[in-house]
């Protein structure tokens, strides 16, 4: 354990309330308490989940508060009893940040349900800064074969869409709703595995569906479209509601239409017919360590492209807008 000046400062962008643009702002660096780890952060993915606590579309975020939670960093300095890490060692921090571990959830093996759960980057200061603090149970170990900013979309965008395919169980034909970053991800785990990915885009979004083809998907058109034959399982990645009725008739009998974001406008009623046949619809909330683990273990043994745009940490604004606007191929990415 290393000692750091006490009156150390950084720089981060912070959130002063939901609903105001981020600001840079000089602050103390953070000092681990018990079991935590103080990391420099090398690299912090930009997830849409950041725009909806931006935004004040999730209730109650720490204020002012530190976004981020797809942090690929160094260990700077090891807290009291967090000894499974070593200084200097790469960690990846994710959106689950701490759960209780004495609530139903948490007994039965779902602590992604956890009631009194704590999510980085929403209720703990989070990785759009030059260091961040983790609860050292709650890191994982990238795979050394992906760079800082490459792995960094890996630890939400790639982890909730593989818990999102899990859900999907055996199905050959998936369609993704929305080709960002945890659709950019998927479709090479989904080819790799011999499923045939449908990828469904903003209609006029020539770009997304050049780079679907790119990244193995069989069929590429607009959300309002038809696949050419019906669906085993669709996830949703755009936070529109209207896609589900969309995706509902895009499946067959029996299959799925999986939620992966948290948060999504509201869903327009449709007729029971495009349900019925047993179909249904289902969302995927946060994650649990075994996901992490898990994942991070295909994508070692089988190693996927990332493809990221990097923006200084004083950008964060900027990568913020672009990725409302759908400006961005993959992922955005901070870079202290
Ligand atoms: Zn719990
Ligand atoms: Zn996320």
Not at 166 to 178: F, H, I, Q, S, T
Request: aromatic share 6%; charged share 20%; net charge positive.
């Amino acid at each position: 354990m290393n000692r750091r000046d006490a009156n150390a400062r950084m720089h981060a962008q912070v959130m002063e309330r939901p609903g105001s643009a981020l600001r840079a702002a000089d602050v103390a660096v953070p000092v681990p308490g018990p079991g935590q780890l103080l990391i420099r952060v090398a690299a912090c993915g930009v997830c849409r989940t950041d725009l909806h606590v931006v935004d004040g579309e999730l209730p109650q975020p720490k204020t002012p508060l530190v976004p981020g939670h797809e942090i690929v960093g160094r260990v700077a300095q090891v807290g009291a009893a967090a000894g499974a890490y070593a200084a200097g060692e790469r960690v990846g921090v994710p959106w689950l940040g701490w759960t209780c571990g004495a609530c139903a959830y948490c007994r039965r093996g779902q602590e992604n349900l956890c009631a009194s759960a704590r999510f980085t980057g929403y209720q703990i200061d989070g990785g759009y800064a030059e260091y961040a603090v983790a609860d050292a149970r709650y890191c994982f170990r990238i795979p050394e074969m992906y760079g800082d900013a490459d792995a960094a979309p890996l630890l939400c965008a790639g982890l909730i869409g593989y818990r999102a395919l899990r859900l999907a169980g055996d199905a050959r034909r998936v369609g993704l709703y929305g080709f960002g970053a945890a659709a950019h991800v998927l479709a090479q785990i989904c080819v790799r595995q011999g499923r045939e990915v449908h990828a469904f885009v903003r209609p006029g979004d020539r770009e997304a569906q050049v780079f679907a083809r790119e990244l193995g998907a069989a069929w590429c058109g607009e959300s309002t479209e038809l696949p050419p034959a019906p669906l085993d399982a669709a996830i949703v990645f755009a936070p529109v509601g209207a896609l589900v009725p969309l995706a509902l008739r895009a499946v067959d009998k029996g299959g799925s239409v999986i939620c992966a974001g948290i948060h999504m406008s509201d869903i327009p009623s449709f007729p029971y017919a495009s349900i019925w046949g047993e179909r249904s619809i289902r969302t995927v909330a946060n994650l649990t360590r075994a996901d992490g683990e898990e994942f991070l273990d295909v994508v070692r043994r089988h190693p996927v492209r990332t493809q990221v745009t990097r923006y200084p940490l004083a950008h964060a604004n900027r990568a913020l807008e672009d990725l409302r606007a759908g400006r961005l191929r993959g992922a955005a990415v901070l870079v202290p």
